[in-house]
């Protein structure tokens, strides 16, 4: 069959196109099986589709698919809806099946009220979708099949829930098809937040990759030339031994990548920081989510400071960058709560702090209580809207507050950043020397370069990266140490000064470009043309 599987556009543009414009793991997983069971696929990522709606034109006079699967989170719904239509007007017989998180938790109102969708895959699509497929080729009945939502006569018919795959790693590796770098190496969550739909989705049972699947598809993707990548699992340290045995394997294949996971604040420790750390871990994502302990509680987010706090000193110690996710806006939010956020923040020094207004997402506790509470059906989604904030529906909030308060929580973590930069403490540990350096060069650059200056004052900035720089550079020698260094000197205008450190730099690598080309520049500011050519002229060679 042909199958086209579309990964469809958001309603609201966004500052952050990062956050959106990864196409669902999972398509790489269904698209993988389709093709190794002799499909024709092809995986089209739209996320900004209507941005350059002749590509959606072009596509329709060269696609001939047989069947058209959408990519539903929630926030693109309405995208999925409205090329849904389009691709049902001009391939009729093609049956258009939705999936994914957004679609699962609102089949039936999918179904209801957008007759040119047919069919909703719930779940987890790997088992329900080549079966709905072979059915279909083979012009047979899929009413009975588990997994499915699907129109009946006039009525709209939920089959009971397919079975979960029990053995990851007997689906084909996405990699050998696709090339991405979000990986995940499990299925499910044990936890319960109440603002959260991936128990729901996925249940409380969960799944691993083995780690030989696992890195087996990072070593497919290393050698097609990819060298960074997210580890996108709920919580990626969930079973230690295995991490463990992750992060051998990364060592022992030699893998130079670097890498990001998402945790658990009760789910770390030495041991698996340090393994994390030689295999490549330079971030740390932690759900905080509050400092008010009633309001961590209300969301079923049931840990103590002090293992935040542990956590971060942790993380941080092995040279890690420690990302905390912050909520605001939560049930119970107020200026105290506010206050005692900024504290909890000041206190465990996150070097990267991300914000975000609780959102009310069908498949959530939080959801289900509010249509139990109000009458509320899931015909509020049909309004033309992406996500639906706490504050609209709790009377307690307001939208001018609640933005208030991410404003004065912001601001007070800009204030501090200097302060958490200088009170790196890391683990004095040899082995680990070099990595610290790498660890210390890469937040000056990110300071220097990146995205902290807007929010610090001129001056500062440099100041602590020359620090940071310094630091590094006394634990081990570091090619961007000495680099992101003799930029930021020769940016203060002492370009003998730059020159020593670049050369100094070159000494022990002479190989790399950055710093050849910086040294290069130095020298035609000193007037020295011809060292300059000469040096540039040597590394072509
Ligand atoms: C990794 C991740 C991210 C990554 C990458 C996202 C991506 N494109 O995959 C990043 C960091 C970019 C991200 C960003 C955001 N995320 Co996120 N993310 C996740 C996370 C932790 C894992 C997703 C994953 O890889 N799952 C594993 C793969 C195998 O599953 P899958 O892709 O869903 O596909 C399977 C099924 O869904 C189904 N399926 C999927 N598509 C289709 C299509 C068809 C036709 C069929 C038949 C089946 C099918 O079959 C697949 C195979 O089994 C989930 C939580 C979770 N565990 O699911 C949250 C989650 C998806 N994210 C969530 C949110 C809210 C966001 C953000 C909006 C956060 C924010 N405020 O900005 C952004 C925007 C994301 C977006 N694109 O809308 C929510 C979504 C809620 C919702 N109902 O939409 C989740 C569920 C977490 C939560 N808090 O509840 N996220
Ligand atoms: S927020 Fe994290 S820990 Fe809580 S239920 Fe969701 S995935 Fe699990």
């Known amino acids: 069959m042909n199958i086209v599987l579309i990964y469809p556009f958001f309603s609201i543009d966004r ?29 089209l990522n739209w996320y900004d589709i209507k941005n350059t709606p002749h590509i959606i034109q072009e596509a329709l006079l060269t696609l001939k698919p047989d069947l058209v699967g959408f990519s539903i989170f929630h926030a693109n719904r309405w995208g999925g809806i409205q090329l849904a239509k389009i691709f049902k007007e001009h391939f009729p017989g093609a049956p258009i099946v939705f999936g994914g998180i957004g679609a699962t938790f609102l089949d039936d109102h999918l179904l ?57 790693d007997a689906l084909p ?5 696709y090339t991405f770098h979000h990986l995940a190496l499990s299925r499910g969550c044990p936890g319960k937040c109440t603002f959260c739909g991936s128990p729901q989705f996925w249940g409380s049972k969960v799944r691993f990759h083995s780690a030989d699947y696992f890195v087996g598809q990072l070593e497919i993707l290393y050698k097609k030339g990819h060298r960074f990548f997210h580890f996108s699992d709920d919580t990626f340290t969930l079973r230690k031994k295995l991490v463990l045995e992750i992060c051998a394997l990364i060592v022992e294949r030699k893998l130079d990548i670097s890498w990001a996971a998402i945790s658990r604040v009760d789910c770390i420790d030495h041991e698996v920081l340090r393994a994390m750390r030689m295999a490549g871990c330079i971030q740390i994502s932690f759900g905080v989510e509050s400092g008010s302990e009633s309001i961590r509680d209300e969301l079923n987010k049931k840990f103590s400071e002090e ?22 806006g939560c049930p119970g939010e107020s200026p105290e709560t506010v206050k005692e956020t900024i504290r909890l923040l000041r206190d465990i020094r996150p070097l990267v702090t991300i914000f975000y207004v609780l959102s009310v997402f069908p498949g959530t506790f939080l959801y289900d209580h509010f249509k139990s509470q109000t009458g509320a059906t899931d015909d509020i989604w049909l309004y033309y809207k992406e996500d639906m904030f706490l504050f609209e529906i709790d009377k307690r909030l307001c939208a001018e507050t609640v ?30 020397f070099p990595f610290h350096a790498s660890f210390l060069s890469r937040l000056a650059l990110t300071l220097d370069r990146g995205d902290y200056p807007h929010v610090l004052p001129e001056g500062v900035v440099q100041d602590l990266a ?32 730059a020159e020593v450190i670049l050369q100094e730099g070159m000494q022990i690598f002479p190989e790399d470009a950055n710093l050849a080309r ?20 040597n590394r072509q060679k």
């Open 15 to 43: 500052i952050h196109i990062e956050n959106i414009e990864v196409p669902p793991i999972g398509l790489h997983y269904l698209g993988a099986l389709l093709n190794e069971q002799g499909h024709e696929v092809d995986l």
């Open 112 to 168: 209801r009220h957008f007759p040119w969708i047919d069919i909703i895959v719930r779940g987890e699509g790997e088992i329900t979708f080549p079966a709905l497929i072979r059915r279909i080729e083979a012009q047979q009945s899929y009413d009975d099949l588990l997994g499915l939502t699907l129109r009946v006569g006039n009525t709209i018919q939920r089959n009971k829930d397919a079975e979960r795959i029990e053995d990851l």
């Open 173 to 177: 590796m996405p990699a050998a098809h």
């Open 307 to 328: 293992q935040i706090r542990r956590a971060f000193t942790l993380t941080i110690s092995y040279g890690i960058l420690a990302r905390a996710y912050i909520i605001y």
């Open 403 to 432: 933005s208030q308060f991410g404003e004065s929580m912001k601001q007070a973590i800009e204030e501090s950043i200097p302060d958490f930069f200088h009170s790196l403490e890391l683990v004095d540990d040899n082995e680990l």
């Open 466 to 497: 020359r620090e940071l720089y310094y630091k590094a550079l006394a634990y081990a020698a570091d090619a961007r140490a000495y680099w992101g260094l003799g930029l930021l000197v020769q940016a203060e205008g002492n370009d003998r000064k």
């Open 518 to 537: 910086v040294l290069a520049n130095t020298l035609m500011r000193l007037g020295r043309e011809e060292e300059a050519r000469d040096l540039m002229q």
